[in-house]
C-alpha cells in the first residue's frame, strides 16, 4: 500500500472517530457551510475548471466529454443546493432498526451507525465531488474522493473550500479529502486498504466498476450499469406501451435507467412492432431488430452482442417473444439486473413478472426512468447499486450506513 | 473457472430461481422431510463418518480435531431437530421491508427476495452442512457447500440424503450441493464464479477468512474472527465484573464470542487485579499481562502480538488503563470488531463506550459470550459477521436475503 494512501486513509480514520458521535445538528450546519463556502468560492472554482477545460480542450477531448466537466455559476450554485438539501434530510445514524428485551431481561437494539471511511471512484462530473462529500458527512462518514484526472483542479478548489468549511464548523478538515497522486497507482493502493477504507464505491462506466470488483480487497458497492428492459405484454393497452417505451428509451440516454432493449409478446407484434419502429426511428433511435423487427426498413439485425449492450445513446435492442416467461427467460439471461419494465393490463402476469424477474427495481406500468433516488422519495442518491449484497437500488443516505448491536443487562451471564 | 465448478454453480442456479418462488408452506415441508431422512439415514451416515475418523486417525490428526469430526447418534438428531427449528421460524422471503405511494401515484414496496446462489466454506465440524443447507432454503436460496476435506465422507452422505428428501419434497435437488474437487483448486474456482454465485460466506479460522478475502471477486461476508474485550470500568460493581469476566472468558473457549482480553481501570486495579488474576488461574487460564498484571506470580509478560491474539483457549491479556476513554483507544486499535463489553454502574461511562466502540455487538454489564443468535432470539444463525457491509453480527434468516424494488403504475413516464 502506497505510503501516501495510508497517511491519508489514516487522517480519514481518525476524523471518521470524531464524525462518528457529531450530532445532526453539528452536521447540518456544516453542510449548511459548506453549501455557503461553494457559493463564495465561485470564482475560485470556475477559474480552475477553465483551466480543466482548457488542458482537455489542447488535449483533443471530445466536446461531450468538455460539456460534462465544464462548471458555470448555475451548476455550482446547484451543487450548494445539493448540500442544503442532505442537511433537511433526516440523519440515519442512531436509527433503531430493531430491538428487544430478550426472555432473560438483556435488553437489545440495533443501531445503524456509520460504516466509517468510504472510498467514493468516480468519472463524472466535478459536481459529483460536493454531492457525494455532503452524502457521506450527513451519514457520517469520511470520504476519500478519487475525480478523473482531467477534473483534478476543479476537485481540488471545491475539496480545498470544503475542508476550510468543515474546519470553520467545528469538524475535522479530513471528513472529506482527495486521494493525492497520479495515475492508476493510487486507486490501486485505495482497492487494497482494507482495514482503513471499509466500502468502495466505484461510479462510472462498466470498465472500471468491473475493475474495482476484480481488485479491490475493500468490500465495494457495485452501481450503475443498467441494460433495463421493457417488454410489451399481450394483455398492454398499446397507447400505454408506445408511452412507456419511448420515454425508457427517448427522455434522457446517456442514464443507467433508461431502456437498452425492447421484448415484445407474438399476440400483439403485428399492430405494435410497426407502431414502435416508426415512434422510434421518428425519434432518431437505431433499432437492432431480430427477424420480426428487421421486416421494417432501416432496422439493423441485432447481433448476440446487442442483447447484452448498454447503448447510452439513441439505440435499441429489439425482438418479439412467444410468451412471458420467454420474455422473463431473456431477461435473466441478459439483464445487468438494474430495472425491468413490463406493460400488461393483466394482473397475473404483473404479478409473475414483479416475482420472477431478479433486478434492484421491477416497474409495472412505469417507465424504467423511475429508478431513482430522487423519484423514490430519497432526497439524494450516491448511485444506484446492482448488487445484492447490503444495498440493492437506488443508494439513499440509510444504505451509507452499517448497524450495531447494543446489549445491556445487569450483569447477565450464560 | 473450471469446469466443474461452472457446471455445479449453473445447476444451483436454475434451482434457485424455482426456489425463489417457492411457498414457505413447500419450503417447510421440505425441511421436515430432510429432518425426517436424516433420523432415517443415521446408519449411512455414522458409517460414512466411521471412515472419516477412521481415515483422520491413520493420519495422526490430533484428538481434539478427531473429536470435531466425529458424528453420533445424538449429533445426528441434533441436525435433524436443527431443521425442524428452521421450519418453525418465519419466511424472510416477501417481508415488505418499507412502502409508501409517490407524489405521483407509483406505488412502491421494497420487497426481501433471496440472494439466489450463497457458497458456504467450512472447517468445522459435519453438522453444518445440514445447518446451513437448512438456512439457505429457508431464505429462499441455493447453496454450494464446501465443507474440510478430512469431512468429505460424512458430508457426502448427509448432502445426498437431503437432496432426495428435496426431490420428494417437489424441490430441485440441486438447491443443495457439495463442491466437486480435491484440494484448493475448486475453492479457487468458487471465489472467481461471480454471475454464478451471489455471495460467499467462509465459516472459519483467520487463515482462511483471509484468504477468501483476498482471492474472492464473488461478494463476501466475513465472519466469526474474535479478540473481544472486557473492559472494567471504576464505576464497576467489581463481583460482576469478576463474574462477566469469568463467564465471558472460561465458559467456552473455543468459540469468537468468548473473551480474549481484559482492560481494567487503574481505580480499581489494586482492588480487582488481585481478585481477577486468582480467579482466572484457579480456572486454569494463562494471563498475558501488562507490568500491573505481571506483579503476580505466573502472569507472563504481554508481548504486542497477545493484544491482538484470538486464543481460543484458556489464555488471555490483560492490562490497567488510565481511564476510559484509554480503554476505547486500545480496542480502536486492537479488536476484531466482534463483541466488546464494559461493566460500569456509570450510565455516561455506558453510554460513552456503546458509542465510541465500533463493533458488531457492545455489551454493557453483559458477558461476551451473548454475541449469538440464538441468545439473539434469531432461532439460528449461518455466522457471525465482523464486516460492516450488508449485515454485522449474528447472521439469521432475513440477513441470508437481499431486496428488490417492485412499483406500480398505470402509465407513468416522466
Given at each position: 500500500?502506497?505510503?501516501?494512501?495510508?497517511?491519508?486513509?489514516?487522517?480519514?480514520?481518525?476524523?471518521?472517530?470524531?464524525?462518528?458521535?457529531?450530532?445532526?445538528?453539528?452536521?447540518?450546519?456544516?453542510?449548511?457551510?459548506?453549501?455557503?463556502?461553494?457559493?463564495?468560492?465561485?470564482?475560485?472554482?470556475?477559474?480552475?475548471?477553465?483551466?480543466?477545460?482548457?488542458?482537455?480542450?489542447?488535449?483533443?477531448?471530445?466536446?461531450?466529454?468538455?460539456?460534462?466537466?465544464?462548471?458555470?455559476?448555475?451548476?455550482?450554485?446547484?451543487?450548494?443546493?445539493?448540500?442544503?438539501?442532505?442537511?433537511?434530510?433526516?440523519?440515519?445514524?442512531?436509527?433503531?432498526?430493531?430491538?428487544?428485551?430478550?426472555?432473560?431481561?438483556?435488553?437489545?437494539?440495533?443501531?445503524?451507525?456509520?460504516?466509517?471511511?468510504?472510498?467514493?471512484?468516480?468519472?463524472?462530473?466535478?459536481?459529483?465531488?460536493?454531492?457525494?462529500?455532503?452524502?457521506?458527512?450527513?451519514?457520517?462518514?469520511?470520504?476519500?474522493?478519487?475525480?478523473?484526472?482531467?477534473?483534478?483542479?476543479?476537485?481540488?478548489?471545491?475539496?480545498?473550500?470544503?475542508?476550510?468549511?468543515?474546519?470553520?464548523?467545528?469538524?475535522?478538515?479530513?471528513?472529506?479529502?482527495?486521494?493525492?497522486?497520479?495515475?492508476?497507482?493510487?486507486?490501486?493502493?485505495?482497492?487494497?486498504?482494507?482495514?482503513?477504507?471499509?466500502?468502495?464505491?466505484?461510479?462510472?462506466?462498466?470498465?472500471?466498476?468491473?475493475?474495482?470488483?476484480?481488485?479491490?480487497?475493500?468490500?465495494?458497492?457495485?452501481?450503475?450499469?443498467?441494460?433495463?428492459?421493457?417488454?410489451?405484454?399481450?394483455?398492454?393497452?398499446?397507447?400505454?406501451?408506445?408511452?412507456?417505451?419511448?420515454?425508457?428509451?427517448?427522455?434522457?440516454?446517456?442514464?443507467?435507467?433508461?431502456?437498452?432493449?425492447?421484448?415484445?409478446?407474438?399476440?400483439?407484434?403485428?399492430?405494435?412492432?410497426?407502431?414502435?419502429?416508426?415512434?422510434?426511428?421518428?425519434?432518431?433511435?437505431?433499432?437492432?431488430?431480430?427477424?420480426?423487427?428487421?421486416?421494417?426498413?432501416?432496422?439493423?439485425?441485432?447481433?448476440?452482442?446487442?442483447?447484452?449492450?448498454?447503448?447510452?445513446?439513441?439505440?435499441?435492442?429489439?425482438?418479439?417473444?412467444?410468451?412471458?416467461?420467454?420474455?422473463?427467460?431473456?431477461?435473466?439471461?441478459?439483464?445487468?439486473?438494474?430495472?425491468?419494465?413490463?406493460?400488461?393490463g393483466s394482473q397475473a402476469a404483473a404479478r409473475r413478472f414483479t416475482a420472477a424477474v431478479d433486478s434492484a427495481a421491477v416497474m409495472v406500468n412505469a417507465s424504467t426512468r423511475f429508478t431513482d433516488g430522487g423519484e423514490f422519495g430519497f432526497g439524494a442518491e450516491?448511485?444506484?447499486?446492482?448488487?445484492?449484497?447490503?444495498?440493492?437500488?437506488?443508494?439513499?443516505?440509510?444504505?451509507?450506513?452499517?448497524?450495531?448491536?447494543?446489549?445491556?443487562?445487569?450483569?447477565?451471564?450464560?
Amino acid at each position: 500500500m502506497s505510503e501516501q494512501i495510508v497517511e491519508v486513509a489514516t487522517r480519514a480514520r481518525e476524523a471518521a472517530t470524531v464524525l462518528a458521535l457529531a450530532t445532526r445538528a453539528t452536521k447540518d450546519a456544516a453542510l449548511e457551510a459548506m453549501a455557503a463556502a461553494l457559493l463564495d468560492g465561485t470564482d475560485t472554482i470556475l477559474a480552475a475548471n477553465a483551466e480543466d477545460v482548457a488542458a482537455a480542450e489542447t488535449a483533443g477531448t471530445p466536446p461531450h466529454l468538455i460539456d460534462r466537466l465544464r462548471l458555470d455559476g448555475g451548476r455550482v450554485a446547484a451543487m450548494a443546493q445539493g448540500l442544503r438539501d442532505v442537511a433537511r434530510l433526516p440523519d440515519p445514524v442512531g436509527e433503531v432498526l430493531r430491538g428487544s428485551t430478550l426472555p432473560n431481561g438483556l435488553e437489545l437494539r440495533q443501531v445503524r451507525v456509520p460504516f466509517g471511511v468510504v472510498g467514493v471512484i468516480y468519472e463524472a462530473r466535478p459536481n459529483v465531488t460536493a454531492d457525494a462529500a455532503g452524502l457521506c458527512l450527513k451519514s457520517g462518514n469520511a470520504v476519500l474522493l478519487r475525480g478523473s484526472s482531467s477534473a483534478v483542479r476543479s476537485n481540488t478548489a471545491v475539496v480545498g473550500i470544503l475542508r476550510d468549511a468543515l474546519e470553520a464548523a467545528g469538524l475535522p478538515a479530513d471528513c472529506v479529502a482527495l486521494v493525492p497522486g497520479e495515475g492508476h497507482d493510487p486507486v490501486k493502493a485505495l482497492m487494497r486498504a482494507r482495514g482503513l477504507v471499509d466500502v468502495l464505491i466505484p461510479r462510472g462506466g462498466a470498465g472500471l466498476i468491473r475493475s474495482v470488483v476484480e481488485e479491490s480487497t475493500v468490500p465495494v458497492i457495485e452501481t450503475g450499469v443498467g441494460n433495463c428492459h421493457v417488454y410489451v405484454d399481450e394483455a398492454a393497452d398499446l397507447d400505454m406501451a408506445l408511452a412507456i417505451v419511448m420515454n425508457s428509451k427517448t427522455q434522457r440516454t446517456s442514464v443507467c435507467n433508461a431502456a437498452e432493449s425492447l421484448l415484445v409478446h407474438e399476440a400483439v407484434a403485428a399492430d405494435f412492432v410497426p407502431r414502435v419502429v416508426r415512434a422510434l426511428q421518428d425519434a432518431g433511435v437505431t433499432i437492432h431488430g431480430d427477424a420480426a423487427f428487421g421486416a421494417h426498413d432501416g432496422v439493423v439485425p441485432a447481433t448476440e452482442a446487442d442483447w447484452d449492450a448498454e447503448y447510452l445513446g439513441l439505440e435499441i435492442s429489439a425482438g418479439v417473444v412467444p410468451d412471458l416467461d420467454a420474455a422473463i427467460a431473456h431477461i435473466r439471461r441478459h439483464s445487468s439486473g438494474h430495472t425491468e419494465a413490463i406493460v400488461t393490463g393483466s394482473q397475473a402476469a404483473a404479478r409473475r413478472f414483479t416475482a420472477a424477474v431478479d433486478s434492484a427495481a421491477v416497474m409495472v406500468n412505469a417507465s424504467t426512468r423511475f429508478t431513482d433516488g430522487g423519484e423514490f422519495g430519497f432526497g439524494a442518491e450516491i448511485g444506484i447499486s446492482t448488487q445484492k449484497l447490503h444495498a440493492r437500488g437506488p443508494l439513499g443516505l440509510p444504505e451509507m450506513t452499517s448497524s450495531k448491536y447494543v446489549v445491556t443487562g445487569d450483569g447477565h451471564v450464560r
